[in-house]
């Protein structure tokens, strides 16, 4: 891994920075290269990212005690094995280790349950069935009630679309999640106006980015395909739902990501609070 020399300098500040486990293949391709952007990026406010995997510290915090903070901003693989993620947020919680977004967050942010308490504080989100183990004649039951022809079956514990169907009536659900799941209505309007994305840094606005699919998909991330690009102000109305959802999680975050997407009415609909 190349990381800014400068960044070895003796007045540099060395921080942790979370990264996948090294034995886990699934993201080998991906986080070395944003690893060395963000390292790139704190160099410049002085500080020395220190790469460290989460699954080194799942029992024991000692060894991010030394850090006056810790970035778990690429801790990616969590939805892999989540019970033993859940483990590590509750022992760098008791640790008292200075991380940031705080473990408490981490763990309740997992699991895509948390949608459903903000939907019950007035935040806008697709209509959503909640189900341990869908079946088929979950998914039956959805179109009824929703109305549509095609819907989007998700693990509540996932991450970068992991095991996430669109299914059409009469289509037989193969490859559902296991276990604890959504069922929402599939929004078309992924496909002609893509998800937005609004990123906050310490409560205020930073960057807005719009994120489309490629042709017959509707998983907007890159390793299907999906395009970003940069936009200069926020869709009318949206910094009205991601300032909505902020107030609603009610915490004190360094960082926070609210995806969102347009829906048949000219609004916008809470897809994710990635914290």
Not at 3 to 17: D, R
Not at 201 to 212: E, Q, T, Y
Request: some cysteine.
């Amino acid at each position: 891994m190349r990381l800014p020399p400068i960044g070895y300098e003796a007045h540099m500040t060395e921080i942790a920075v979370l990264t996948p486990d090294a034995a886990d293949p699934s993201y080998a391709g991906q986080w070395p290269g944003v690893l060395e952007r963000l390292a790139e990026a704190l160099a410049t406010a002085g500080l020395t990212a220190v790469p460290t995997a989460w699954t080194d510290h799942i029992g024991d915090a000692s060894g991010l005690m030394r850090f006056p903070l810790v970035l778990p901003v690429i801790a990616w693989g969590y939805h892999r094995d989540h019970a033993r993620w859940m483990q590590a947020c509750a022992t760098w919680e008791a640790a008292g280790v200075k991380m940031l977004n705080p473990p408490s967050v981490l763990g309740w942010n997992s699991d895509k349950s948390y949608l459903g308490r903000l939907a019950d504080q007035g935040v806008a989100l697709p209509d959503t069935v909640w189900i341990d183990g869908p079946t088929q004649a979950d998914a039956d039951a959805a179109f009824d009630r929703f109305g549509t022809d095609q819907i989007v079956v998700k693990p509540r514990v996932s991450g970068g679309a992991y095991r996430t169907l669109r299914l059409s009536r009469g289509e037989p659900m193969v490859g559902a999640p296991e276990g604890p799941a959504m069922i929402q209505p599939y929004l078309p309007s992924i496909e002609s106006e893509g998800e937005t994305s609004l990123l906050f840094f310490g409560g205020k606005l930073s960057h807005i980015v719009n994120k489309r699919p490629i042709p017959g998909e509707f998983r907007v991330q890159v390793q299907y395909g999906g395009g970003y690009v940069a936009l200069p102000e926020p869709p009318a109305t949206a910094l009205a739902l991601a300032e909505q959802t902020l107030a609603a999680i009610g915490e004190d975050l360094l960082y926070a990501r609210i995806d969102m997407a347009p829906d048949a009415d000219g609004g916008w609909l809470l897809m994710e609070a990635e914290l």
